[in-house]
């Protein structure tokens, strides 16, 4: 089952001192917006958020239809259709994709040490 690009996304108190840290080992910003609370950045193909007064805890992102430079790929498996293959292996979902709907989307499933994993598709 592929899920897509892979990030974390780290719930950071002060952005500005995270975003100073992580490009200390190299990683530069190549999205988001620091006025909103959010950055992502990249180094090589290793991608985190950083999302300040957004979420109480980190979280593991997939993103299908995205590559690891944020670029479209050309096939990929919908998020809907992993929603329904998880839900079929006994799955329990803390937030569900509209499975009548195309395009974004995502949902929410939490491991068994309440890491919460949120598959969410962009295109």
Known sequence: MQLGAFS???AVKDLE???AFYEAL???A??????????????GAHVIGLFQGMFDRNILTFNP???QRAQPLESFTDVRELQ???KAKGLTFEAE?????????SFIVVDPDGNPVLVDQHV
């Open 97 to 105: 994709a509209d499975e009548s709907g195309s395009g974004p989307a």
């Open 17 to 19: 001192a995270s975003r």
């Open 84 to 86: 329904r293959r998880l």
């Open 26 to 28: 190299g990683f530069e």
């Open 65 to 67: 239809g995205w590559d």
């Open 30 to 43: 190549f999205a988001g917006e620091a006025q909103q609370g959010w950055l992502i950045l990249r180094n």
């Open 8 to 10: 974390i996304s780290l």
